[in-house]
């Protein structure tokens, strides 16, 4: 795919029902398989093996006490949960992966070009966003209790299964009424509203993407801004590589001197 569009992304869903339909008012949960290798556990090894080279890593409940561990935090010596977290060896990271705690990841989107492409496609009816980095290495592995974010959630399923548990109430509502529960697996996209209440509980060893955008001041169906690629304040992703593998073309041709016509072509690179 040279260019992802919101379309793509959407797909079969069209923007013009997503945004009449869905937008600002319920989830909506699209199964297929287009985009199920955005990032997988190959990408997060190669990802991890840099630590602490690395940006904005969280630990959910590092200390059993629901506490988050927060890499930027403790290497700019900020308080967080009003103590100073102490700097963890890439020893105790690991360990700590093998006892099922799950890692986030904030602003992965230049990791991958795929990635970058999301965001651009989603930029032109949005606001800036980002790519959020989900995983854990095994079931039952604690990730956030109910809530509700305020940016628009497009979560991407990339590696295992998780449930979801979708709640009726927004923000300024406790959470108590279950809309919907499901199973999402690789390839599958989930729409979440802001301000809409939501749970996961992972059932295995599992990845999302949380690409999440705020709206657009004063966006609105009546009055809808559409931004270009030209508007699209976003840097652009480069091909640094000074030599690019071309594949040749490949044409099919007759065998007309061949008694056996079983197989009438054969492949010729040209």
């Known amino acids: 795919m040279d260019k992802v569009t919101f379309k793509d992304i959407l797909d079969p869903v069209s923007p013009d029902t997503f945004f009449k339909e869905y937008w600002g008012k319920k989830h909506l949960i699209i199964r297929r398989n287009k985009f199920k290798d955005l990032f997988?556990?190959?990408?997060?090894?190669?990802?991890?093996?840099?630590?602490?080279?690395?940006?904005?890593?969280?630990?959910?409940?590092?200390?059993?006490?629901?506490?988050?561990?927060?890499?930027d935090?403790?290497?700019?010596?900020?308080?967080?949960?009003?103590?100073?977290q102490p700097m963890l060896s890439k020893d105790q990271v690991y360990k700590l992966w093998l006892q099922?705690?799950?890692?986030v990841i904030p602003l992965m989107e230049y990791q991958k070009k795929s990635l970058v492409d999301i965001c651009f496609a989603i930029e032109q009816y949005f606001g800036t966003g980002q790519a959020n980095v989900y995983a854990?290495?095994?079931?039952?592995?604690?990730?956030?209790?109910?809530?509700?974010?305020?940016?628009?959630?497009?979560?991407?399923?990339?590696?295992?299964?998780?449930?979801w548990t979708i709640y009726k109430e927004f923000k300024g509502?406790?959470?108590?009424?279950?809309?919907?529960?499901?199973?999402?697996?690789?390839?599958?996209?989930?729409?979440?509203?802001?301000?809409?209440?939501?749970?996961?509980?992972?059932?295995g060893a599992r990845i999302l993407i949380s690409v999440h955008f705020k709206n657009k001041p004063n966006q609105s169906l009546e009055k809808f801004a559409i931004t270009s690629d030209k508007q699209n304040n976003r840097n652009k992703w480069y091909d640094w590589r000074p030599y690019r593998i071309v594949k040749k073309p490949v044409i099919k041709e007759r065998l007309m001197n061949k008694s056996n016509w079983s197989k009438p072509y054969f492949n010729k690179k040209i």
């Open 173 to 203: 509502e406790k959470p108590k009424t279950v809309l919907e529960q499901f199973i999402l697996e690789p390839g599958d996209l989930l729409y979440i509203p802001t301000h809409q209440y939501h749970e996961v509980n992972t059932i």
């Open 100 to 103: 099922g705690k799950t890692f």
């Open 73 to 84: 935090k403790v290497k700019k010596k900020q308080l967080n949960h009003g103590v100073h």
């Open 136 to 163: 854990s290495p095994k079931a039952n592995s604690k990730s956030f209790p109910a809530h509700a974010d305020s940016t628009e959630n497009f979560l991407f399923h990339t590696e295992g299964k998780t449930k």
């Open 40 to 71: 997988n556990f190959e990408d997060l090894n190669n990802y991890l093996n840099q630590y602490p080279d690395i940006k904005g890593l969280q630990i959910l409940n590092y200390d059993n006490k629901d506490t988050r561990w927060c890499l």
